[in-house]
């Protein structure tokens, strides 16, 4: 007889290692970078005193090449740091990075995008879904460490049917070409 937590934490090495082969370079809106960051909404207001920029109606965020569109866009601001997070939110807010020397065009999507600085993390909630060279990744939440380029799903906890799903395409090196 087989051992339920055991298969479990079977499947979850194996999801781990191939989680490990998507390399989602999410380089933009990059808020060190000295490249600008463009905002074009229907609705803007600005409150010095709180920080912050919301944005609201047919949002387009972009950086370089990088695109973000949103229903509802928030950017925080503080003395120390500057522009320190980003929130979007829609149905979905969208994503994309086209393909760059540093790697493959990248496509997300979520209900609500929020970036850090500060702990350097994208958060995909809600019908969060990524898609890279053919590979998708969709789950209830997805977090991605732009530092340790670590990826990291999970299922709505209060939905039994909601599960991590993940397709991976076969026959590519998914080593890192980048090494010489």
């Given at each position: 007889?087989?051992?339920?937590?055991?298969?479990?934490?079977?499947?979850?090495?194996?999801?781990?290692?191939?989680?490990?082969?998507?390399?989602?370079?999410?380089?933009?809106?990059?808020?060190?970078?000295?490249?600008?960051?463009?905002?074009?909404?229907?609705?803007?207001?600005?409150?010095?005193?709180?920080?912050?920029?919301?944005?609201?109606?047919?949002?387009?965020?972009?950086?370089?090449?990088?695109?973000?569109?949103?229903?509802?866009?928030?950017?925080?601001?503080?003395?120390?740091?500057?522009?320190?997070?980003?929130?979007?939110?829609?149905?979905?807010?969208?994503?994309?990075q086209p393909e760059?020397?540093?790697?493959?065009?990248?496509?997300?999507?979520?209900?609500?995008?929020?970036?850090?600085?500060?702990?350097e993390r994208i958060?995909?909630?809600?019908?969060?879904?990524?898609?890279?060279?053919?590979?998708?990744?969709?789950?209830?939440?997805?977090?991605?460490?732009?530092?340790?380029?670590?990826?990291?799903?999970?299922?709505?906890?209060?939905?039994?049917?909601?599960?991590?799903?993940?397709?991976?395409?076969?026959?590519?090196?998914?080593?890192?070409?980048?090494?010489?």
């Open positions: 007889m087989t051992n339920p937590a055991r298969t479990r934490k079977a499947w979850r090495f194996l999801a781990g290692l191939l989680l490990s082969s998507l390399v989602l370079p999410l380089y933009a809106f990059n808020l060190e970078s000295d490249k600008p960051i463009r905002v074009e909404s229907n609705n803007a207001r600005l409150d010095d005193q709180e920080g912050t920029a919301t944005y609201t109606g047919s949002v387009r965020v972009t950086q370089g090449e990088a695109l973000l569109t949103a229903d509802r866009v928030v950017l925080y601001r503080d003395d120390a740091q500057g522009l320190n997070r980003m929130e979007a939110t829609g149905s979905p807010a969208t994503y994309e760059t020397e540093q790697g493959p065009a990248v496509y997300a999507e979520g209900q609500t995008i929020i970036y850090r600085a500060d702990d958060t995909f909630e809600r019908e969060a879904f990524i898609r890279q060279q053919g590979d998708t990744f969709r789950g209830n939440r997805i977090v991605y460490d732009v530092a340790e380029r670590v990826v990291t799903a999970s299922s709505a906890e209060d939905d039994a049917d909601d599960r991590v799903e993940m397709t991976i395409q076969p026959g590519r090196d998914s080593s890192n070409d980048n090494s010489d």
